[in-house]
């Protein structure tokens, strides 16, 4: 049964929009949907959080439908040093137990 | 201001040692959490701590035990190490109260081991 899924890796070019979907079926009624980078050897580094319909920062936007079942990492005009490792982090009800759960993890590399 | 800390940076054990990890913060958070992370996969919590004084279990706390000395620091005890830890073990902290995904969690370096 999968938790969050999320695509395993992406390509993309210098100045390009790309998109990360993470879906999560479970999620929890009042919980937040949350995304991540993180670098070689490094620790998660917070990017942007939402509950519902669209959240701007000044590095990425979260859409969220009203079903709240996934949510869509936008990174506008990205470059070299965007190749990461991008993850989706929600809480999910699992079993009538809340559970804190993170996506595998999508690998984002931007080609020159 | 050196947000979270974990020591040590690396270690390597046999198989049947202890050893205990530890993590600092010094942004006065309320929440603390203990993350292992398999190559090439998400991060799974093992414990939580909400608050000074309480712990809870998270996803995979087998084979660990947890001990909230005070505010600030968060230690994570393996008592007797398999090879099935061998992993990447990230220490978190967040402002809120809870286990929930609200409020954004800050990062230790993490802490490689290897169990041979």
């Known amino acids: 049964l999968a938790k969050t899924t999320q695509p395993i890796s992406m390509d993309s070019y210098e100045g390009q929009e790309v998109n990360i979907t993470c879906s999560h079926n479970?999620?929890?009624?009042?919980?937040?949907i949350t995304w991540y980078q993180q670098f070689p050897s490094q620790g998660p580094r917070f990017i942007i959080q939402?509950?519902?319909?669209?959240v701007t920062n000044e590095v990425a936007s979260l859409f969220i439908p009203a079903d709240r079942k996934s949510s869509t990492l936008s990174l506008p005009r990205v470059s070299l040093s965007d190749t990461a490792v991008y993850y989706c982090?929600?809480?999910?009800?699992?079993?009538?137990?809340?559970?804190?759960?993170w996506g595998a993890g999508t690998k984002l590399i931007i080609k020159p | 201001n050196a947000g979270v800390t974990q020591t040590p940076k690396f270690q390597v054990l046999k198989t049947g040692q202890s050893m205990t990890l530890q993590c600092a913060q010094d942004?006065?958070?309320?929440?603390m959490y203990w993350y292992r992370q398999d190559p090439g996969m998400g991060l799974r919590l093992i414990y939580y701590?909400?608050?000074?004084?309480?712990?809870d279990k998270g996803e995979v706390p087998n084979g660990y035990n947890v001990s909230r000395l005070n505010k600030r620091e968060f230690s994570l005890r393996l008592e007797s190490a398999a090879p099935s830890q061998t992993s990447v073990y990230f220490c978190?902290?967040?402002?809120?109260?809870?286990?929930?995904?609200?409020?954004?969690?800050?990062f230790g370096p993490g802490t490689r081991l290897t169990v041979l």
């Open positions: 978190a902290s967040r402002a809120g109260l809870a286990v929930s995904s609200y409020n954004e969690q800050f």
């Open positions: 942004m006065n958070h309320n929440s």
């Open positions: 701590s909400a608050s000074e004084g309480t712990t």
């Open positions: 479970n999620i929890a009624t009042n919980d937040y």
């Open positions: 939402g509950y519902k319909t669209k």
């Open positions: 982090l929600v809480g999910l009800t699992m079993d009538s137990n809340y559970q804190l759960i």
